[in-house]
Protein backbone atom coordinates (compact mmCIF):
# COMPACT_ATOMS: atom_id res chain seq x y z
CA UNK A 1 0.00 0.00 0.00
CA UNK A 2 2.47 2.42 1.17
CA UNK A 3 6.23 3.19 1.77
CA UNK A 4 7.66 5.76 3.94
CA UNK A 5 11.10 6.55 1.73
CA UNK A 6 13.43 8.12 3.92
CA UNK A 7 15.34 7.26 6.54
CA UNK A 8 18.73 5.21 7.24
CA UNK A 9 19.29 4.02 3.35
CA UNK A 10 17.65 4.87 0.38
CA UNK A 11 16.55 2.20 -1.19
CA UNK A 12 17.30 1.25 -5.17
CA UNK A 13 13.21 1.60 -5.94
CA UNK A 14 13.61 5.13 -4.89
CA UNK A 15 16.79 6.21 -6.72
CA UNK A 16 15.17 4.88 -9.48
CA UNK A 17 12.42 7.65 -9.21
CA UNK A 18 14.44 10.52 -7.95
CA UNK A 19 16.71 10.33 -10.63
CA UNK A 20 13.78 10.16 -12.59
CA UNK A 21 12.60 13.49 -11.20
CA UNK A 22 15.63 14.96 -11.39
CA UNK A 23 16.60 13.88 -15.07
CA UNK A 24 12.90 15.47 -16.61
CA UNK A 25 13.57 18.55 -14.09
CA UNK A 26 17.50 18.91 -14.94
CA UNK A 27 17.34 21.24 -18.01
CA UNK A 28 14.21 22.81 -17.74
CA UNK A 29 13.68 26.52 -17.26
CA UNK A 30 12.26 26.25 -14.29
CA UNK A 31 15.21 23.74 -12.66
CA UNK A 32 16.64 26.95 -10.12
CA UNK A 33 13.09 26.34 -8.71
CA UNK A 34 12.40 22.38 -9.11
CA UNK A 35 15.63 21.40 -8.24
CA UNK A 36 15.08 22.41 -4.50
CA UNK A 37 11.78 21.05 -4.45
CA UNK A 38 12.45 17.24 -5.84
CA UNK A 39 16.24 16.64 -4.60
CA UNK A 40 16.56 13.81 -2.31
CA UNK A 41 16.61 15.01 0.85
CA UNK A 42 19.95 14.34 3.24
CA UNK A 43 20.21 11.61 5.75
CA UNK A 44 19.26 14.88 8.40
CA UNK A 45 15.52 14.85 7.04
CA UNK A 46 13.31 12.98 9.26
CA UNK A 47 9.60 14.19 7.70
CA UNK A 48 8.53 10.89 7.35
CA UNK A 49 9.30 9.21 10.45
CA UNK A 50 6.25 8.61 11.93
CA UNK A 51 3.34 7.46 9.55
CA UNK A 52 2.67 8.88 6.18
CA UNK A 53 2.35 12.32 4.89
CA UNK A 54 -0.50 10.86 2.62
CA UNK A 55 -2.38 9.35 5.48
CA UNK A 56 -1.93 12.51 7.57
CA UNK A 57 -3.16 14.62 4.91
CA UNK A 58 -6.23 12.62 3.78
CA UNK A 59 -6.95 12.84 7.24
CA UNK A 60 -6.29 16.46 7.63
CA UNK A 61 -7.87 17.00 4.43
CA UNK A 62 -11.18 15.46 5.03
CA UNK A 63 -11.44 12.58 2.22
CA UNK A 64 -10.87 9.51 4.61
CA UNK A 65 -14.47 8.40 2.79
CA UNK A 66 -14.25 10.43 -0.23
CA UNK A 67 -15.07 8.75 -3.42
CA UNK A 68 -16.72 12.03 -5.06
CA UNK A 69 -16.24 15.85 -4.80
CA UNK A 70 -17.79 19.02 -6.44
CA UNK A 71 -16.62 22.71 -5.83
CA UNK A 72 -17.86 26.04 -7.07
CA UNK A 73 -17.19 29.45 -8.11
CA UNK A 74 -14.96 31.79 -10.44
CA UNK A 75 -12.57 30.27 -12.65
CA UNK A 76 -10.30 31.77 -15.60
CA UNK A 77 -7.72 31.06 -18.10
CA UNK A 78 -5.08 32.93 -20.20
CA UNK A 79 -6.88 34.76 -23.17
CA UNK A 80 -6.84 32.27 -26.38
CA UNK A 81 -5.24 29.71 -24.74
CA UNK A 82 -1.60 27.99 -23.50
CA UNK A 83 1.26 29.26 -26.78
CA UNK A 84 -1.18 31.52 -28.17
CA UNK A 85 -0.38 34.64 -26.17
CA UNK A 86 0.68 38.11 -27.10
CA UNK A 87 3.86 37.43 -25.62
CA UNK A 88 5.53 34.21 -25.83
CA UNK A 89 7.50 34.44 -22.37
CA UNK A 90 5.40 34.58 -18.99
CA UNK A 91 3.58 35.97 -16.86
CA UNK A 92 0.77 36.01 -19.59
CA UNK A 93 -1.71 38.84 -18.09
CA UNK A 94 -4.54 38.48 -20.42
CA UNK A 95 -7.03 36.41 -18.78
CA UNK A 96 -10.80 35.77 -19.47
CA UNK A 97 -12.84 34.38 -16.75
CA UNK A 98 -15.04 31.55 -16.71
CA UNK A 99 -18.38 32.00 -14.57
CA UNK A 100 -20.66 30.20 -13.02
CA UNK A 101 -17.53 27.65 -12.82
CA UNK A 102 -18.44 23.77 -11.41
CA UNK A 103 -16.49 20.81 -11.47
CA UNK A 104 -17.14 17.77 -10.18
CA UNK A 105 -14.52 14.99 -9.92
CA UNK A 106 -15.29 11.25 -9.38
CA UNK A 107 -12.42 9.23 -7.60
CA UNK A 108 -14.62 5.92 -6.92
CA UNK A 109 -12.12 3.73 -9.24
CA UNK A 110 -8.77 5.02 -9.65
CA UNK A 111 -8.46 3.32 -12.64
CA UNK A 112 -11.34 5.15 -14.25
CA UNK A 113 -11.74 8.35 -12.81
CA UNK A 114 -14.13 10.88 -14.24
CA UNK A 115 -14.10 14.60 -14.16
CA UNK A 116 -16.45 17.24 -15.54
CA UNK A 117 -15.76 21.05 -15.77
CA UNK A 118 -19.02 23.65 -16.80
CA UNK A 119 -18.96 27.20 -16.85
CA UNK A 120 -19.50 30.48 -18.83
CA UNK A 121 -17.20 32.60 -20.74
CA UNK A 122 -17.61 35.99 -22.24
CA UNK A 123 -14.24 35.81 -23.87
CA UNK A 124 -12.06 37.61 -25.84
CA UNK A 125 -9.90 36.42 -28.55
CA UNK A 126 -6.87 37.68 -30.48
CA UNK A 127 -8.27 37.37 -34.01
CA UNK A 128 -12.22 38.58 -32.87
CA UNK A 129 -13.54 41.45 -31.40
CA UNK A 130 -15.57 42.04 -29.47
CA UNK A 131 -15.76 39.32 -26.67
CA UNK A 132 -18.15 37.06 -27.48
CA UNK A 133 -20.10 34.69 -24.79
CA UNK A 134 -19.46 31.06 -24.29
CA UNK A 135 -19.92 27.91 -21.81
CA UNK A 136 -16.05 26.15 -21.08
CA UNK A 137 -16.91 22.34 -20.96
CA UNK A 138 -13.37 19.90 -20.07
CA UNK A 139 -14.94 16.27 -19.87
CA UNK A 140 -12.66 13.68 -18.74
CA UNK A 141 -14.73 10.53 -19.13
CA UNK A 142 -14.21 7.12 -17.49
CA UNK A 143 -12.71 5.87 -21.02
CA UNK A 144 -10.19 8.85 -21.10
CA UNK A 145 -6.96 7.29 -20.63
CA UNK A 146 -4.49 9.76 -22.33
CA UNK A 147 -2.23 11.67 -19.68
CA UNK A 148 -2.67 14.51 -21.07
CA UNK A 149 -6.01 14.97 -20.11
CA UNK A 150 -6.15 12.46 -16.22
CA UNK A 151 -3.46 14.71 -15.70
CA UNK A 152 -6.24 17.30 -14.72
CA UNK A 153 -7.41 14.46 -12.06
CA UNK A 154 -4.04 13.43 -10.75
CA UNK A 155 -3.26 17.14 -9.91
CA UNK A 156 -6.00 17.90 -7.62
CA UNK A 157 -5.39 17.40 -4.11
CA UNK A 158 -7.68 14.52 -3.81
CA UNK A 159 -6.97 12.81 -6.60
CA UNK A 160 -2.99 12.96 -6.22
CA UNK A 161 -3.38 11.44 -2.33
CA UNK A 162 -5.95 8.80 -3.33
CA UNK A 163 -3.31 7.69 -6.08
CA UNK A 164 -0.26 7.79 -3.51
CA UNK A 165 -2.48 5.92 -1.29
CA UNK A 166 -3.23 3.05 -3.69
CA UNK A 167 -0.22 2.92 -5.84
CA UNK A 168 4.00 2.65 -3.65
CA UNK A 169 4.00 6.67 -2.71
CA UNK A 170 7.36 7.25 -1.86
CA UNK A 171 8.22 9.73 1.10
CA UNK A 172 11.09 12.68 1.45
CA UNK A 173 11.53 15.26 3.72
CA UNK A 174 12.25 18.18 1.48
CA UNK A 175 12.01 21.96 1.64
CA UNK A 176 9.39 23.86 -0.78
CA UNK A 177 10.49 28.18 -1.22
CA UNK A 178 12.23 27.45 2.43
CA UNK A 179 9.26 25.54 4.27
CA UNK A 180 9.75 22.12 5.04
CA UNK A 181 7.61 19.78 3.27
CA UNK A 182 7.38 16.21 2.44
CA UNK A 183 7.79 15.34 -0.76
CA UNK A 184 5.52 12.26 -1.91
CA UNK A 185 5.98 10.64 -5.37
CA UNK A 186 4.68 8.03 -6.92
CA UNK A 187 4.19 6.68 -10.95
CA UNK A 188 1.42 5.68 -13.76
CA UNK A 189 0.65 2.18 -13.71
CA UNK A 190 2.61 -0.07 -16.12
CA UNK A 191 0.05 -0.15 -18.30
CA UNK A 192 -0.29 3.83 -18.80
CA UNK A 193 2.98 4.86 -20.39
CA UNK A 194 4.13 7.15 -22.74
CA UNK A 195 5.27 7.06 -26.40
CA UNK A 196 8.88 5.89 -25.35
CA UNK A 197 7.03 3.42 -22.72
CA UNK A 198 8.28 5.30 -19.98
CA UNK A 199 5.52 5.34 -17.05
CA UNK A 200 4.65 8.96 -15.55
CA UNK A 201 5.54 10.33 -12.76
CA UNK A 202 3.81 12.49 -10.59
CA UNK A 203 4.90 14.15 -6.68
CA UNK A 204 3.02 16.22 -4.63
CA UNK A 205 4.22 18.49 -1.84
CA UNK A 206 2.77 18.26 1.86
CA UNK A 207 3.21 21.16 3.97
CA UNK A 208 3.25 20.79 7.96
CA UNK A 209 -0.38 21.42 8.23
CA UNK A 210 -0.73 18.18 6.26
CA UNK A 211 -2.14 19.92 2.84
CA UNK A 212 -1.19 19.42 -0.58
CA UNK A 213 1.07 22.36 -1.71
CA UNK A 214 1.66 21.43 -4.87
CA UNK A 215 1.53 18.67 -7.76
CA UNK A 216 3.80 18.54 -10.58
CA UNK A 217 3.93 15.72 -13.49
CA UNK A 218 5.71 15.71 -17.28
CA UNK A 219 3.74 15.02 -20.15
CA UNK A 220 5.18 14.24 -23.51
CA UNK A 221 4.45 17.13 -26.15
CA UNK A 222 5.51 17.40 -30.02
CA UNK A 223 6.95 20.84 -29.16
CA UNK A 224 7.68 21.50 -25.60
CA UNK A 225 9.35 17.59 -24.83
CA UNK A 226 9.04 16.26 -21.31
CA UNK A 227 6.31 19.35 -20.12
CA UNK A 228 6.69 20.07 -16.82
CA UNK A 229 2.70 20.44 -15.37
CA UNK A 230 1.87 22.26 -12.09
CA UNK A 231 -0.48 22.72 -9.97
CA UNK A 232 -0.41 25.21 -6.54
CA UNK A 233 -3.11 25.32 -3.80
CA UNK A 234 -3.13 27.67 -1.18
CA UNK A 235 -6.17 29.34 1.20
CA UNK A 236 -7.38 25.77 2.52
CA UNK A 237 -10.91 26.59 3.88
CA UNK A 238 -13.02 24.37 5.52
CA UNK A 239 -16.35 23.70 3.77
CA UNK A 240 -18.27 21.30 6.39
CA UNK A 241 -15.60 18.96 7.37
CA UNK A 242 -13.82 19.00 3.42
CA UNK A 243 -10.85 21.08 3.21
CA UNK A 244 -10.37 22.31 0.01
CA UNK A 245 -8.14 25.36 -1.71
CA UNK A 246 -9.86 28.41 -2.45
CA UNK A 247 -7.30 29.16 -4.75
CA UNK A 248 -5.60 27.29 -7.17
CA UNK A 249 -3.41 27.59 -10.17
CA UNK A 250 -2.13 25.73 -13.05
CA UNK A 251 1.05 26.43 -15.00
CA UNK A 252 2.72 25.46 -17.87
CA UNK A 253 5.86 26.84 -19.59
CA UNK A 254 6.59 28.24 -16.55
CA UNK A 255 3.42 30.45 -16.43
CA UNK A 256 -0.29 30.15 -14.85
CA UNK A 257 -2.47 29.33 -17.44
CA UNK A 258 -5.74 28.27 -15.31
CA UNK A 259 -7.08 29.24 -12.01
CA UNK A 260 -9.72 28.85 -9.60
CA UNK A 261 -11.06 30.80 -6.76
CA UNK A 262 -13.56 28.11 -5.01
CA UNK A 263 -16.73 29.55 -2.59
CA UNK A 264 -18.77 26.27 -2.36
CA UNK A 265 -17.55 22.56 -1.85
CA UNK A 266 -19.50 19.28 -0.63
CA UNK A 267 -17.82 15.64 -0.45
CA UNK A 268 -20.12 12.75 -1.78
CA UNK A 269 -22.66 15.12 -3.87
CA UNK A 270 -26.00 12.80 -4.09
CA UNK A 271 -26.27 13.87 -7.56
CA UNK A 272 -23.04 13.08 -8.70
CA UNK A 273 -24.32 11.07 -11.91
CA UNK A 274 -25.88 14.37 -12.63
CA UNK A 275 -23.34 16.42 -12.35
CA UNK A 276 -21.12 14.63 -13.80
CA UNK A 277 -23.74 14.37 -17.20
CA UNK A 278 -21.93 16.55 -19.90
CA UNK A 279 -23.77 18.98 -21.36
CA UNK A 280 -25.38 17.88 -24.74
CA UNK A 281 -23.16 17.83 -27.67
CA UNK A 282 -24.65 19.89 -30.57
CA UNK A 283 -26.80 18.14 -33.11
CA UNK A 284 -24.35 16.71 -35.86
CA UNK A 285 -24.17 18.82 -38.95
CA UNK A 286 -23.20 17.21 -42.61
CA UNK A 287 -20.22 15.52 -42.10
CA UNK A 288 -17.12 16.96 -43.49
CA UNK A 289 -16.29 17.45 -46.50
CA UNK A 290 -13.12 14.85 -47.52
CA UNK A 291 -10.16 16.61 -47.76
CA UNK A 292 -8.55 17.59 -50.99
CA UNK A 293 -5.98 15.22 -52.11
CA UNK A 294 -2.77 17.06 -52.04
CA UNK A 295 -1.43 18.57 -55.26
CA UNK A 296 1.78 15.95 -56.83
CA UNK A 297 4.37 18.85 -56.48
CA UNK A 298 3.55 20.85 -53.33
CA UNK A 299 6.14 23.41 -54.43
CA UNK A 300 4.69 26.88 -56.55
CA UNK A 301 7.55 29.13 -57.80
CA UNK A 302 5.99 32.59 -56.91
CA UNK A 303 9.45 34.48 -58.02
CA UNK A 304 13.33 34.03 -59.25
CA UNK A 305 14.46 31.65 -56.46
CA UNK A 306 11.18 31.79 -54.31
CA UNK A 307 9.06 28.90 -53.94
CA UNK A 308 5.45 28.86 -51.79
CA UNK A 309 4.76 25.65 -50.29
CA UNK A 310 0.99 24.12 -50.52
CA UNK A 311 -0.98 21.75 -48.74
CA UNK A 312 -1.20 22.65 -45.49
CA UNK A 313 -0.05 25.52 -43.65
CA UNK A 314 1.92 27.58 -46.10
CA UNK A 315 5.50 28.00 -46.22
CA UNK A 316 8.34 29.90 -48.16
CA UNK A 317 11.22 28.54 -49.65
CA UNK A 318 14.43 31.38 -50.62
CA UNK A 319 17.11 30.42 -52.51
CA UNK A 320 20.77 31.86 -51.72
CA UNK A 321 23.86 31.15 -53.42
CA UNK A 322 25.12 28.41 -51.19
CA UNK A 323 22.32 28.10 -48.85
CA UNK A 324 18.41 28.15 -48.07
CA UNK A 325 16.13 30.30 -45.47
CA UNK A 326 12.85 29.15 -45.34
CA UNK A 327 9.52 31.18 -43.73
CA UNK A 328 7.63 28.98 -41.32
CA UNK A 329 7.75 25.08 -40.58
CA UNK A 330 3.66 24.42 -40.37
CA UNK A 331 1.39 23.68 -37.56
CA UNK A 332 2.94 20.28 -36.53
CA UNK A 333 5.75 18.08 -36.85
CA UNK A 334 4.78 16.10 -40.01
CA UNK A 335 3.82 19.34 -42.08
CA UNK A 336 7.55 20.77 -41.02
CA UNK A 337 8.77 17.37 -42.52
CA UNK A 338 6.77 17.52 -45.30
CA UNK A 339 7.82 21.33 -46.00
CA UNK A 340 11.59 19.92 -45.48
CA UNK A 341 11.98 17.34 -47.89
CA UNK A 342 9.82 19.71 -49.99
CA UNK A 343 12.47 21.95 -49.95
CA UNK A 344 14.96 19.54 -50.08
CA UNK A 345 13.34 18.30 -52.80
CA UNK A 346 13.45 21.70 -54.73
CA UNK A 347 17.33 22.50 -53.72
CA UNK A 348 19.07 19.41 -53.34
CA UNK A 349 22.68 20.71 -53.32
CA UNK A 350 21.99 23.20 -50.96
CA UNK A 351 21.69 23.44 -47.42
CA UNK A 352 18.47 24.87 -45.13
CA UNK A 353 20.64 27.20 -42.86
CA UNK A 354 17.67 29.62 -41.89
CA UNK A 355 14.12 28.98 -40.29
CA UNK A 356 12.28 31.97 -39.96
CA UNK A 357 9.23 31.59 -37.44
CA UNK A 358 6.84 34.41 -37.87
CA UNK A 359 5.54 34.23 -34.63
CA UNK A 360 5.82 31.66 -31.51
CA UNK A 361 2.11 30.90 -31.83
CA UNK A 362 1.18 26.96 -30.98
CA UNK A 363 0.03 26.29 -34.76
CA UNK A 364 3.18 28.46 -35.99
CA UNK A 365 5.86 26.51 -34.29
CA UNK A 366 5.81 22.84 -33.91
CA UNK A 367 6.87 22.41 -36.98
CA UNK A 368 10.10 23.89 -36.47
CA UNK A 369 11.66 20.53 -34.80
CA UNK A 370 12.62 18.64 -37.64
CA UNK A 371 14.07 21.72 -39.08
CA UNK A 372 16.19 21.84 -35.59
CA UNK A 373 17.03 18.33 -36.51
CA UNK A 374 18.53 19.56 -40.03
CA UNK A 375 20.06 22.25 -38.10
CA UNK A 376 19.31 25.09 -39.11
CA UNK A 377 19.41 28.42 -37.22
CA UNK A 378 16.21 29.71 -36.27
CA UNK A 379 15.57 33.13 -36.73
CA UNK A 380 12.67 34.90 -34.55
CA UNK A 381 11.78 37.99 -32.92
CA UNK A 382 14.38 38.94 -30.11
CA UNK A 383 10.73 38.62 -27.78
CA UNK A 384 10.73 35.16 -28.51
CA UNK A 385 13.99 33.76 -28.15
CA UNK A 386 13.99 32.63 -24.32
CA UNK A 387 10.54 30.89 -24.61
CA UNK A 388 11.19 28.92 -27.57
CA UNK A 389 15.14 28.02 -26.61
CA UNK A 390 13.16 26.62 -23.08
CA UNK A 391 10.68 24.78 -25.32
CA UNK A 392 12.69 23.35 -27.37
CA UNK A 393 15.76 22.51 -25.48
CA UNK A 394 13.66 20.64 -22.83
CA UNK A 395 14.57 17.23 -22.60
CA UNK A 396 11.74 14.79 -24.91
CA UNK A 397 12.75 11.47 -22.97
CA UNK A 398 8.88 10.51 -22.50
CA UNK A 399 8.79 10.77 -26.77
CA UNK A 400 11.48 8.21 -26.52
CA UNK A 401 13.34 11.61 -28.63
CA UNK A 402 16.60 12.72 -28.01
CA UNK A 403 17.58 16.57 -26.74
CA UNK A 404 17.39 19.09 -29.48
CA UNK A 405 20.39 21.41 -29.62
CA UNK A 406 18.55 24.68 -31.56
CA UNK A 407 20.18 27.55 -32.63
CA UNK A 408 18.94 30.72 -32.81
CA UNK A 409 19.56 34.16 -34.29
CA UNK A 410 17.28 37.13 -32.89
CA UNK A 411 15.61 39.52 -35.22
CA UNK A 412 15.08 43.27 -34.19
CA UNK A 413 13.09 46.05 -35.77
CA UNK A 414 14.68 45.14 -39.74
CA UNK A 415 16.65 42.35 -40.56
CA UNK A 416 18.31 41.62 -43.40
CA UNK A 417 19.87 38.26 -45.16
CA UNK A 418 21.77 39.08 -48.29
CA UNK A 419 24.08 37.81 -50.39
CA UNK A 420 24.99 38.25 -54.36
CA UNK A 421 21.82 35.92 -55.02
CA UNK A 422 19.36 37.48 -53.54
CA UNK A 423 18.19 40.17 -50.20
CA UNK A 424 15.46 39.29 -47.54
CA UNK A 425 14.34 41.72 -45.43
CA UNK A 426 12.73 40.55 -42.44
CA UNK A 427 10.23 43.25 -40.71
CA UNK A 428 8.97 43.51 -36.80
CA UNK A 429 5.31 44.54 -36.88
CA UNK A 430 4.63 46.25 -33.73
CA UNK A 431 0.41 44.84 -32.76
CA UNK A 432 -1.68 43.37 -30.20
CA UNK A 433 -1.49 39.57 -31.89
CA UNK A 434 1.62 38.70 -30.64
CA UNK A 435 4.59 40.83 -29.78
CA UNK A 436 6.91 39.19 -31.90
CA UNK A 437 5.71 39.04 -35.31
CA UNK A 438 7.82 39.14 -38.20
CA UNK A 439 6.59 39.69 -41.79
CA UNK A 440 9.19 38.79 -44.94
CA UNK A 441 9.93 41.15 -47.48
CA UNK A 442 11.69 40.24 -51.21
CA UNK A 443 12.51 43.75 -52.87
CA UNK A 444 13.49 42.01 -56.22
CA UNK A 445 10.73 39.64 -56.18
CA UNK A 446 7.95 42.14 -54.83
CA UNK A 447 6.64 40.00 -52.72
CA UNK A 448 5.96 40.10 -48.97
CA UNK A 449 5.16 37.21 -47.22
CA UNK A 450 3.47 36.91 -43.78
CA UNK A 451 1.37 34.86 -41.41
CA UNK A 452 -1.92 35.92 -39.82
CA UNK A 453 -1.99 39.33 -41.23
CA UNK A 454 -4.65 37.88 -43.04
CA UNK A 455 -7.09 40.36 -45.36
CA UNK A 456 -11.15 40.41 -44.62
CA UNK A 457 -13.28 38.77 -46.77
CA UNK A 458 -14.87 41.08 -49.56
CA UNK A 459 -17.28 43.47 -47.15
CA UNK A 460 -16.02 42.55 -43.67
CA UNK A 461 -14.04 45.02 -41.62
CA UNK A 462 -10.24 44.52 -41.84
CA UNK A 463 -8.72 42.76 -38.35
CA UNK A 464 -6.70 45.52 -36.33
CA UNK A 465 -3.24 43.62 -37.10
CA UNK A 466 -3.86 43.80 -40.75
CA UNK A 467 -4.11 48.11 -40.44
CA UNK A 468 -1.18 47.85 -38.04
CA UNK A 469 0.83 46.07 -41.37
CA UNK A 470 -0.47 48.15 -43.86
CA UNK A 471 0.04 51.36 -42.01
CA UNK A 472 3.62 50.18 -41.70
CA UNK A 473 3.63 49.09 -45.36
CA UNK A 474 2.59 52.46 -45.96
CA UNK A 475 5.09 54.32 -43.52
CA UNK A 476 8.36 52.12 -44.82
CA UNK A 477 6.82 52.57 -48.47
CA UNK A 478 7.99 48.83 -48.92
CA UNK A 479 7.61 48.07 -52.88
CA UNK A 480 6.01 44.62 -53.68
CA UNK A 481 3.16 43.02 -55.87
CA UNK A 482 2.65 39.91 -54.47
CA UNK A 483 1.47 39.15 -50.80
CA UNK A 484 1.38 35.68 -50.01
CA UNK A 485 -0.14 34.09 -46.58
CA UNK A 486 0.96 31.47 -44.85
CA UNK A 487 -3.12 30.93 -44.38
CA UNK A 488 -4.00 30.16 -47.80
CA UNK A 489 -5.87 32.48 -49.99
CA UNK A 490 -8.52 31.58 -51.80
CA UNK A 491 -7.13 34.11 -54.84
CA UNK A 492 -3.90 35.51 -55.26
CA UNK A 493 -3.26 38.90 -52.90
CA UNK A 494 -1.73 41.96 -54.26
CA UNK A 495 -0.49 45.61 -51.95
CA UNK A 496 -3.80 46.53 -53.37
CA UNK A 497 -5.67 44.36 -51.06
CA UNK A 498 -3.55 45.23 -48.23
CA UNK A 499 -3.53 49.29 -48.89
CA UNK A 500 -7.63 48.47 -49.50
CA UNK A 501 -7.90 47.83 -45.69
CA UNK A 502 -6.84 51.28 -44.96
CA UNK A 503 -8.68 53.10 -47.36
CA UNK A 504 -5.46 53.78 -50.23
ZN1 LIG B 1 -1.03 33.74 -34.39
Not at 93 to 104: A, G, H
Not at 370 to 391: Q, S
Amino acid sequence: MFKTGLNTSLNTGMLTVFSTVLFFTGCSQESAETTTATEPAGAESAATNEGSAVDAAIAALGMQDLNSITYSGTAWRIRNSFMQTASASPPWPSRDDITNYTRTLDLTNLAQPVSLAKGETFASNLFFAPPVAGTYTQTIPATQSAWGQQLEVWLTPWGFLKAADSYDAIETGQTLDNNPVTAVTWMSPVTQTSLSGMRYTVTGYINTQNQVERVETWVEDPFMGDMHVVALYSDYTNFNGLMVPATMEQQRGGGGIFGVSVTVASANPANVAELLTPPAAPAPGAPPAAPAAPPAELAQQIGEGVYYITGGYGSVAVEFTDHIAVFEAGQSEARGQQILDEVKRIFPTKPIRYLINSHPHADHTAGMVPFVREGATIITHANNVEFLNMALSTPRTLLGQETLAPKFQAAEEVTVLEDAMTRLELHHITNDHSDGMLVAYLPAQKILTQADFTLPQPGAMPNPFVVNLAEYVDAQGLDFEQYWGIHTAQMPQTKADLMATIGK
